[in-house]
């Protein structure tokens, strides 16, 4: 008995320095982790602040001189801003036009999508991956790539941006879908399909009422996102509210009024529909009494 | 309804359930019907009916064609009878004096194209001759202002286009056009041309093979050192500069994110509920954060591109202002979900507030921020690329400049592959780390 408790102290002794040991070298790991880290910080900035036209350290003190030209001119020609506010309406709802097609279109796309990539419920199962590889290509080509060429091929207007957005959305949304698809209950498809349902009827009457509100939620999420890309993509000369705005800073001084209202339309637009979907998200996750 | 019936269908579970599925089978139609509404006056709102007339084919063709293929122009300058041989017209394409391919022959003031085996085009002075396999001989001159036109049966056929002062021939083969100023002849080849070395390297026209084992073709350099110079300094396709494009666009993603996230991880603790206890701070952190990501990426390019001029450094700054919105509230969403129990079994061994949160807090939440952290650096290699477009810089310029100039479409697909390889390669990379820092091995 006596050399067994011995042999456990030993024992107990190894696996404390082991432990420690294992300690010191995750600790050195970390260390050495968190140097490459910063070098690459460091040097990072620092290519980057010698390849801008301005450096960081002469910008920095020039930073609030344009919002402040901005803020003041608008302040002067205050009384013209709910005018501008008008005036930019249309641009505004072409902007949110865009961005809700293209997401009530790139949402239905995915919906197919991820019906035909998820395990379990695919019509053909070993076109699967295929479908996976779509939403892969559809999701890594940035909308603004897909916009500019359309651009070229139909010219300036807003159907460039809701394609290339509701490609991009397909690809994005059908991924999040499958996800939420593959937990689906399949037992309503079971009896569905033992009364001869086809396809798609197992999956509009089966599937879809089981999966509507995650999807709902995940489409919400898009859209404010969409919203963004879609300013962006006026900017780049798709129409809307960002092609109003690239016109007015281009003019400079004597216009920034007329920027200022985009500013404050775009942030309130942006901010608005932020809440709303939030709100509404809040209330399919936690049912209808909350809010 | 009455109170009777009300309290008949109260009472009654088969009406009931009718009534039930009655307002099911409502919403199931009015969802459809307001979609199909919206998209109704989508269709007028966004012209769409006029969308056919705005719509260049003859772009689309270019585009197409440009993309997998390149032209070789033979062009004979009609002012001073000049003949040249130039890849895509480029100045950088054009072949030496006497060096031309092996499908153009001259001989004094008659040059031979060869378009295809049976296709041959001929310059003879100003005339141009073209022997069309199945159709017969074409001739063309200049006539004064006019061009003459004489074909075997002596009427246009579909596949020529003459006007007085212009005449296009178009085979699978190649074209022929004729202006006042030049007779040129196009001969298509697939793929990229001059995509490795441009005609005024030595390393032109020989094969990777000889390249890397085979004797000394420059004198003065090392075959691999010299063919790695010239294709990396290609004055065409300038590998050299697309690949700092590409490095400076991945630069912008990586800084702002990972810089956002060093500013967002102090101010998260500061807008989380269960650790910031001064309601006040917390309220206006918050709106803070809100504000970074309501002013968005856009807005924020704009105003920092005034301070900072182009480049990567106003992008990172972009990128780094709207992530500390998002990654604030991300960070300070996961710290309010964070478990006390481990915090307690750590104050218990009579750990300080700092060690609390050294042991308690950050061995929990380091797995979810640095997930966090990925997925969003992932998605602003994305970003950063369209940041570039407005604010120039990286890959996202070059993109735009191509497009603009619309010209070298082939460099436009090039850079459309290499965006698509990078975010792809970033996706795999980042969810490779995510798995490998998440599971711990």
């Known amino acids: 008995m006596a050399d067994l408790t011995a042999r456990d102290i030993d024992r107990a002794g190894d696996s404390r320095s082991a432990y420690l040991a294992l300690v010191r070298r995750r600790q050195t790991y970390s260390f050495l982790l968190l140097i490459v880290f910063v070098a690459l910080m460091v040097s990072g900035f620092r290519i980057a602040n010698d390849r801008n036209a301005g450096g960081f350290v002469d910008g920095l003190p020039q930073i609030l001189d344009f919002p402040a030209d901005v803020v003041s001119e608008a302040w002067r020609n205050a009384a013209e801003l709910p005018g501008h506010f008008l005036a930019f309406l249309p641009a505004l709802i072409e902007t949110v036009n865009i961005a809700a097609v293209a997401t009530l279109v790139g949402a239905i796309a995915a919906i197919v999508l991820a019906l035909l990539s998820t395990r379990g419920l695919a019509r053909w199962p070993r076109a699967i991956p295929l479908f996976r590889r779509i939403m892969d290509i559809m999701r890594a080509i940035p909308d603004i790539v897909i916009a500019l060429i359309l651009i070229f091929l139909m010219g300036v207007g807003p159907m460039p941006a809701v394609i290339a957005i509701a490609i991009h959305t397909a690809g994005a949304l059908g991924k999040l879908f499958s996800e939420v698809a593959e937990n689906a209950d399949l037992k309503p498809v079971e009896g569905l399909q033992s009364v001869g349902a086809r396809w798609l009827q197992q999956m509009y009457l089966g599937v879809l009422p089981q999966i509507a509100p995650n999807l709902l939620s995940y489409a919400l999420l898009r859209f404010e996102i969409n919203i963004r890309a879609s300013a962006i993509l006026g900017f780049v000369g798709a129409g809307g509210i960002g092609y109003e705005l690239k016109n007015a800073i281009t003019w400079g001084q004597g216009q920034f009024a007329e920027s200022a209202a985009i500013f404050i339309l775009l942030f309130a637009t942006i901010v608005f529909f932020d809440q709303l979907s939030s709100a509404a998200r809040h209330r399919l996750a936690h049912g209808k009494g909350a809010l | ?441």
């Open chain 2, 1 to 441: 309804m009455t109170d009777a019936t009300a309290s008949l269908a109260a009472t009654d579970p088969r009406a009931r359930a009718e009534a039930g599925i009655r307002r099911q089978r409502r919403i199931a139609l009015a969802i459809p019907a307001a979609i199909l509404l919206y998209l109704i006056y989508i269709f007028f709102a966004f012209d769409l009916p006029g969308l056919a007339s705005r719509l260049r084919v003859d772009n689309m063709v270019t585009l197409v064609s440009d993309t997998w293929s390149y032209k070789t122009h033979v062009t004979r300058d009609n002012r001073s009878g000049d003949v040249e041989v130039a890849i895509e017209g480029e100045r950088q394409g054009t072949y030496a004096e006497g060096a031309a391919p092996d499908w153009v022959t001259r001989d004094g003031d008659v040059t031979e194209i060869r378009l295809a085996p049976d296709h041959l085009a001929v310059f003879d002075g100003g005339q141009v001759r073209y022997d069309v396999p199945g159709y017969g001989l074409v001739t063309a001159e200049h006539d004064g202002r006019d061009i003459a036109l004489d074909t075997p049966d002596g009427t246009v056929p579909d596949f020529i286009s003459a006007s007085g002062a212009r005449v296009d021939i178009t085979t699978h083969a190649g074209r022929v056009s004729l202006t006042r100023n030049r007779n040129e002849v196009f001969r298509y080849f697939a793929g990229w041309e001059l995509f490795f070395f441009t005609l005024s390297s030595p390393y032109h026209g020989h094969a990777a093979g000889e390249i890397l084992f085979g004797d000394r073709i420059d004198p003065d350099r090392s075959n691999i050192v010299g063919a790695w110079q010239d294709f990396w300094g290609n004055p065409m396709w300038r590998h050299a500069d697309v690949a700092w494009a590409l490095g400076e666009t991945i630069l912008m993603a990586f800084l702002g994110t990972m810089g956002a996230a060093l500013v967002a991880l102090p101010l998260g603790f500061a807008a989380a509920r269960n650790f910031a206890p001064v309601l006040a701070i917390r309220f206006a952190v918050r709106r803070v954060f809100d504000f970074a990501r309501g002013v968005d990426a856009l807005i924020w390019t704009i105003l920092l591109s005034r301070a900072f001029g182009p480049g990567p450094l106003t992008g990172t700054l972009a990128i780094l202002l709207t992530d500390t919105g998002t990654f604030g509230k991300l960070f300070s969403e996961t710290l309010e979900n964070v478990d006390t129990r481990q915090i307690e079994g750590v104050r218990s061994t009579g750990a300080k507030p700092l060690q609390r949160y050294r042991f308690g807090v950050i061995p929990q939440i380091t797995p979810v921020l640095l997930s966090q952290v990925l997925y969003l650096l992932e998605s602003n290699t994305r970003s950063a690329t369209i940041i570039g477009a407005i604010t120039g810089g990286g890959i996202g310029l070059l993109l735009t400049q191509a497009i603009i100039t619309q010209k070298d479409w082939e460099e436009v697909s090039y850079y459309i592959v290499l965006i698509v390889v990078m975010v792809i390669l970033m996706d795999t990379v980042s969810g490779w780390l995510r798995n490998k820092l998440i599971r711990g091995d």
